[in-house]
């Protein structure tokens, strides 16, 4: 009882200098708490206790545990690592700051260099550019700046990519190359169509145009494809001719009777159009093509470009409809409807694919480099002479290679035989 009597006098004056009631080392009247040493007083409660109150009150930490030193600089093998190397960096003063980004980089295309017109993107702009202006009450409208569509029937694989210019991507301006890929009916007697658009630049309604163009064509050959595919086995071109002038006429005239509505005044310019239909009839290897207005048509044979483009002088008919060069214009049968304004012929042409064949149908915006270009036009040929096709991202890439002075739209339809 004497010691723990004695102790608990030692352990009320501990806590008072811990906790700071007038105590401390240096208090007046209070003797200094000490370390302490070796004794030979029995090992008590109150030792332990106070034993660890010293070692709470010690300013130093204890040295960690021998370590195997880590590899340091010759000139400093003991230095210690700093504490704000933990924490975040602060920034050099000797640093100049970067330059800050400007608020809205999308709304104002970046400027162009010295001596590079206005309405040109730099060569150095990256691949891709500002999104155009949307209207949150027509969303509806909105074009991606990138489309892309394949599929496999029978001996025939199909890819189709569309994508945005790039001096549309530096303005900021909407994609107006519109792609339609479409099957109507079922097994071998399913009809696959295609079809390519180009508003013309003349105003804001042109991408709505040349879409509005994909879908009446895409409907007009939906409701008649039973038909078209008959007139495709049979080889009755005389009739298909026709029948898709016709149905091309009576779309085209509805897209410039709702053209001549004030609200569409913008839309009045029709865009190009050209389509393909595609049997999947694995016995059946006619190829069809139709359309008007600019584009192309090529056919990659034994690694060469073959151009199939059916180019006829105004109001004249050349060759016949044999499909082995034959090159068809004809503006008999023409509706009122259609007016005065349509300048471009009708095109027609078929063409019987062989094994190993490749067909494409493009846009101007492909097809003018893929002519201008032999640089181009080569390397097109070299990655699509393979003995499989590409796939979907690989025809992407291949497709939208740049070209200098060729800053256009492009939009191309492969169609690989097996």
Known sequence: MNQQGTGCGQEDDWWRQLYGEGGGDDAPGRAAVRDAGPSDAPDTLDDRVASALRAVATP???????????????????????????????ASPARPAAPSAPEAPGDTPAPAPAGLPADRPPPSEPELGTLPAADPAALDELVPDTALDGARYGSLTLLAASRRGDLARHRGDVRRDALLTARFGAGRHALILVAVATGRPAGEGAHRAAHEACARIGGAVGRSYTRLAEDIRTDHRSALKSGLQRLTDRSYGRLRGRSREPATAAERYPPALRCLLLPADPDCRTRVFFGIGAGGLFRLRDGAWEDLEPAVPDLTVQGGADGTGGRLRSDAGRSPADGPDRSEPFLFRTAFARPGDTLLLCSAGLAEPLQQEPAFAARLAGQWSAAEPPGLVAFLAAAQLRVAGHLKDRTAVGVWEA
């Open 60 to 90: 130093r930490r204890p040295a960690p545990a021998p370590q195997p030193p880590p590899a340091r600089p010759a000139s400093s093998p003991s230095a210690p690592i700093p504490l704000q190397a933990t924490g975040p960096r602060q």
